[in-house]
């Protein structure tokens, strides 16, 4: 809900400890996407569909396909990659993978900062709650690093200002 003030969330990942390897947001924030509404039959299928076939999603049961919906589960959109022109370091939208099946309203403020960094998405967008973190690949391996509301998402946020030409080469 754009109304809203922002949440600053904190989550602690020790270095060293095997989930300091890589993104750990997205196993961090999967339990913010149980549940939170009732799924669409009808749009699971269809999307079951596309994903799998016609012929394959056709097999699956109604409880089989609610319960492979069901759970929490992060979707991860890059909104910048790391490069070295950036100092190696990726931002990330994680939305829930199935925020549109359960007919969550729409995210204006995640698809609007989304059109900040270049994407166009009149034809879809996130639904639901959206969780914003960033990573960098060096010093190797990939961790993630601090990413703060008040600087990170400032309109002169440096990362934010190079996103379009980032994703524009990449």
């Known amino acids: 809900d754009a109304s809203l003030s922002l949440e600053e969330l904190t989550a602690v990942v020790t270095v060293g400890d095997v989930a300091s390897f890589g993104d750990a947001l997205p196993e961090i924030v999967k339990t913010k996407f149980v549940g939170g509404g009732k799924i669409d039959e009808g749009l699971a299928r269809k999307e079951a569909a596309r994903q799998l076939g016609a012929d394959n999603a056709a097999g699956l049961t109604t409880e089989r396909l609610l319960n492979a919906v069901s759970g929490g589960k992060a979707e991860t959109f ?8 950036n100092g190696n370091r990726g ?11 359960k007919q969550l309203p729409s995210n204006e403020r995640a698809r609007d900062i989304a059109a900040r960094c270049g994407f ?3 034809d879809g967008g996130f639904h639901g709650d959206a969780f914003i ?3 960098c690949t060096e010093p190797s391996p990939m961790h993630n690093v601090d990413f703060t509301a008040e600087r990170d998402l400032a309109p002169d946020a440096p990362w934010m200002l190079s ?3 980032e994703n524009a080469v990449y």
């Open 120 to 122: 166009d998405l009149r």
């Open 78 to 85: 890059c909104l910048v990659h790391p490069s070295t022109t």
């Open 163 to 165: 996103a379009v030409h």
């Open 133 to 135: 973190g960033a990573v």
């Open 91 to 101: 931002v990330y939208l994680y939305v829930d993978e199935v925020g549109l099946l």
